[in-house]
């Protein structure tokens, strides 16, 4: 394993830049895609598979995993890298956006959450110290403080509270976090879209002190034009010398967008779910391999891909596999979407440092445009 919870900044090109977060499992190249693996798996795909995509860290949910198994028994069976087979780096959410999303009869207050499970109705409570406690438990690299999701759209005044009650949270998950080299600990940015919230939340949680700040609340429906405002206020109230993340992002030109601003963080479930329904993301677009006009089609989906579905079959086949509901067809379009991803972020890591950002995102936005080609 390596040493201290380090960030190092290797390259700049205007506010984006590439360097390297280390870990006690590994270094993360950044800007640095996450994918998600919920419940200790990113579905459909093996762990080695996933790390021939590219991806150095992975993102699991502290809330799924302390429903089911629960971290206690993760940590009996060594640890969340051990249980899963993944020996490179692991952040785990803290809980909170699944608490109000996905759990029944919530009560929350000062204290956190009470809820019961989605999945049997048996009640949980979720505080900061314990959202921390089981992150420990499942020896995530990166910690996420608990925070309070402010929904979207949501008035100033509720959103200024909201605000506030993560702030006190964040200080409440700062105390209870164990240091340990090789290990760290995120604070969250929110205040919706209101920009002084978002830079008092910044300021408070600069004052706290986190090895990395996350900016949340964002992709919640907004859309991509307040979220580029949002960011074009966060980012700059945020430490220089600290790795950024984006939580819940996202789409390819929202990423690209959120780097040239100086991201350097993202996780999403889009390429994985995409995958499992048909939905492939390539250099000139997103391809819905269900549509009919794939059925004869003896071309790659992406002619210049070097993933597995794609040097290894056609969109004929792809679209026969999705027809008859083939589990073949989840996995082979997953890891096209998951390499995909790695390939853009490896794009943007040479660009920023050999000092063509605008260029590599001018090709982007145009090979985005032209959309997929009908076979002649």
């Known amino acids: 394993m390596s040493g201290a919870f380090s960030f190092q900044v290797h390259g700049r090109d205007g506010a984006a830049r590439t360097g390297t977060l280390g870990t006690a499992h590994g270094d993360i190249r950044t800007p640095a895609f996450m994918p998600v693996g919920t419940a200790a798996t990113v579905k459909a ?12 860290i992975l993102l699991c949910n502290t809330y799924h995993l302390m429903l089911r198994p629960g971290s206690e028994r993760v940590a009996k069976l060594g640890g969340l890298h051990r249980f899963m087979n993944w020996q490179g780096p692991i952040l785990t959410d803290s809980g909170g956006f699944q608490v109000m999303s996905l759990a029944k009869l919530r009560k929350m207050d ?16 979720l505080t900061p110290e314990r959202s921390i406690e089981i992150q420990h438990h499942l020896d995530a690299n990166i910690t996420m403080q608990l925070d309070e999701c402010t929904p979207y759209p949501v008035s100033e005044t509720d959103a200024d509270m909201s605000m506030r009650l993560s702030l006190r949270w964040a200080q409440r998950c700062r105390d209870a976090f164990t240091e340990r080299a090789g290990y760290g600990l995120f604070g969250i940015v929110q205040g919706s879209v209101f920009p002084d919230l978002r830079t008092e939340s910044a300021r408070g949680l600069i004052d706290i002190g986190f090895d990395g700040y996350a900016v949340g609340g964002l992709a919640v429906g907004e859309g991509q034009e307040q979220m580029l405002r949002v960011l074009d206020v966060a ?29 350097d963080m993202f996780d999403c479930v889009l390429p994985t779910r995409s995958g499992r329904t048909g939905q492939g993301f ?31 079959y056609s969109r004929a086949y792809l679209h026969h596999l999705f027809k008859s509901r083939e589990i073949l067809g989840y996995t082979l379009l997953t890891w096209h979407n998951l390499h ?22 001018a090709k982007f936005h145009a090979q985005q445009a032209l959309g997929d080609i009908e076979p002649l």
């Not at 250099?283 to 290894?312: I, K, Q, S």
């Open 282 to 312: 390539t250099r000139r677009g997103t391809v819905n391999m269900m549509n009919a006009r794939h059925a004869e089609d003896p071309r790659p989906l992406d002619e210049d891909c070097g993933c597995p579905a794609c040097r290894d």
């Open 45 to 56: 795909m093996r762990p080695e598979a996933v790390r021939e995509t590219g991806a150095d």
């Open 340 to 361: 995909y991803y790695q390939e853009l972020m490896g794009g943007l890591r040479d660009a920023i440092s050999d000092g063509t950002l605008s260029a590599f995102v």
């Open 110 to 125: 000062e204290s956190g959450v009470i809820f019961q499970s989605h999945i049997d109705g048996r009640k949980f409570e």
């Open 235 to 263: 980012v700059p109230a945020l430490p220089d010398d600290k790795p950024r993340y984006l939580m819940g992002v996202g789409k390819p030109d929202d990423i690209v967008e959120a780097v040239c601003r100086g991201i």
